[in-house]
């Protein structure tokens, strides 16, 4: 959708090639294969959004569990300011809606961390773009339900996430690589699902 012409919004902090360069090469076509399927929910109207956040939370939910299960605040010491459980599950039950059934998510190994982080605090550019859809909703209990899309907002995470990043030394880019193509694949399931 908009990757291209955003561009240069998300090259702050970014100075060289690296691990990022990797991970975004390696998951550009599952990104846009994504974008396509959650643009296909229409966010201004109440099922729409519903089934939207359903989607997320089903890979979401399992993600963060893996990465607490992992030991991220170790290797991500903000981690509990990253964090987006509370606030989607926050917002299914203003919908009205249970907590849908997680999708399947491998233990992570530690580099494994990284490469799932980078696609949750990824998705924070999309979520902006999201924001500025559902505000158009006429319906007052979507708006009332944003606490997932708008997390974080003006607190630069996912710069910092970038710096983080670029700071790892040895890391088995392999290993990131692959749980970055696992979380794109937990999204696209449970957009599927949906
Ligand atoms: C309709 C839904 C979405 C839209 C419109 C969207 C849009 C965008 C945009 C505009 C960017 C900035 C791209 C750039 O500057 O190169 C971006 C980056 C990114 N998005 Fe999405 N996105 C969506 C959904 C998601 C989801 C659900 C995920 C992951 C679960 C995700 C993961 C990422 C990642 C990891 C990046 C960073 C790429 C990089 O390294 O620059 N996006 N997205």
Redesign the pocket.
């Known amino acids: ?11 702050v902090g970014y100075s060289r090639p690296g691990l ?1 360069e990797r ?2 090469a390696a ?1 550009a076509a599952a ?1 846009r294969r ?2 396509a399927q ?2 296909s929910f229409d966010l201004t109207i109440f099922s729409g959004y519903r089934r939207f956040l359903q989607a ?1 939370a089903a ?1 979401l939910l399992p993600l963060e569990a893996a990465l607490v299960q992992a030991g991220v605040d170790t290797m991500v010491p903000d981690w509990l300011e990253r964090a987006r459980s509370t606030a989607i599950t926050a917002d299914l039950a203003r919908l009205g809606s249970a907590v849908p059934p997680a999708m399947t998510v491998a233990p992570l190994t530690p580099h494994g961390v990284l490469g799932t982080m ?6 924070r ?2 979520a902006k ?2 924001l500025t859809a559902v505000a158009g909703a006429a319906d007052p209990r979507i708006n009332a339900a944003t606490a997932y899309l708008s997390h974080g907002e003006g607190q630069r995470l996912w710069q910092s996430f970038l710096a983080r990043l670029e700071a790892e030394d040895g890391c088995d880019e392999d290993e990131a690589v692959e749980a970055a193509g696992a ?2 694949a937990a ?1 696209e399931q449970a957009a599927d699902r949906a």
């Open positions: 959708m908009l990757a291209e012409a955003l561009d240069v919004s998300t090259r990022r991970l975004r998951t990104h994504l974008d959650f643009s997320s890979a980078y696609v949750l605090e990824g998705s550019l999309g773009f999201l979380a794109f999204f």
